[in-house]
């Protein structure tokens, strides 16, 4: 019975954890993308990709600075999915200015406030978030013959 409570107390305070985070997207692309299904695996890198790729848009997760880097993670990868991006790159943790994030990964031409408007999301949430990255969608690689 005890480990029961134990289990409980845990789930309580994974929802509450997971129940204060929220994400915003800023999309940088023009293309629309389907939907990825929950089954589907979505990279998450530090770096960059060695494939070619289109820049879907930075996604931003806030939270609790106490998050961990798996439930940051979880955020990124279902906000990757809603737009239809095959990965995340550039993925960043903790202490990230918006601005610089955005404009370091994001795009010289697209200045952060035009990306507010063009996101989904809150934007009036307080901080920094507590994890960023880019959302890219893979481009067809062409075959030399």
Known sequence: MNTHKHKLIFLTLMLFFVGCTSTNFARMSMNKYPT?????EIPILSGDSDLVYERIGVVFVYGEKTLTKELINDRLED??????ADAIIFAKYRNIEPSEYFE?????FVDFE?????????????????????AISYKPSKKLH
């Open 104 to 108: 370091s990964y994001g795009s010289a």
């Open 114 to 134: 035009w990306a507010k408007k063009q996101g989904t999301g809150s934007w009036l949430m307080k901080g920094k978030p507590v994890g960023a990255g880019l």
């Open 36 to 40: 990825k299904s929950e089954s589907v």
């Open 79 to 84: 906000q990757a999915r809603k737009v239809g």
